[in-house]
Nanobody
Framework: QVQLVESGGGLVQPGGSLRLSCAASGFTFSISPMSWYRQAPGKERELVATISDLGYSRNYIESVKGRFTISRDNTKNTVYLQMSSLKPEDTAVYYC?????????WGQGTQVTVSS
């Protein structure tokens, strides 16, 4: 079965950095586009970044461009989200996402809190 396990969240001061990881299993990772979403308290879940199967194409929401980088290692079945210059408004639960054969799969999420 498809499993997505996020890690790397935590508490960080404004301007700091974190790297999130998402370990995937149960499907052919190397042919699957992957995404990171986030959900802040009281807000809807939003798409943050996507990466194509081989990593050549990457897209970001405007608010994280230049600060976040999505990447993947197909030898480790892992997708990453490097977050820099973090702001309080980046505080959210971050989720890994994959869509396979019309079904959407989510990890359990990892909490990122940006606060002084």
């Amino acid at each position: 079965q498809v499993q997505l396990v996020e890690s790397g969240g935590g508490l960080v001061q404004p301007g700091g950095s974190l790297r999130l990881s998402c370990a995937a299993s149960g499907f052919t990772f190397s042919i699957s586009p992957m995404s990171w979403y986030r959900q802040a308290p009281g807000k809807e879940r939003e798409l943050v970044a996507t990466i194509s199967d081989l990593g050549y194409s990457r897209n970001y929401i405007e608010s994280v461009k230049g600060r976040f980088t999505i990447s993947r290692d197909n030898t480790k079945n892992t997708v990453y989200l490097q977050m820099s210059s973090l702001k309080p408004e980046d505080t959210a639960v971050y989720y890994c996402n994959v869509q396979r054969r019309g079904v959407t799969y989510w990890g359990q999420g990892t909490q990122v809190t940006v606060s002084s």
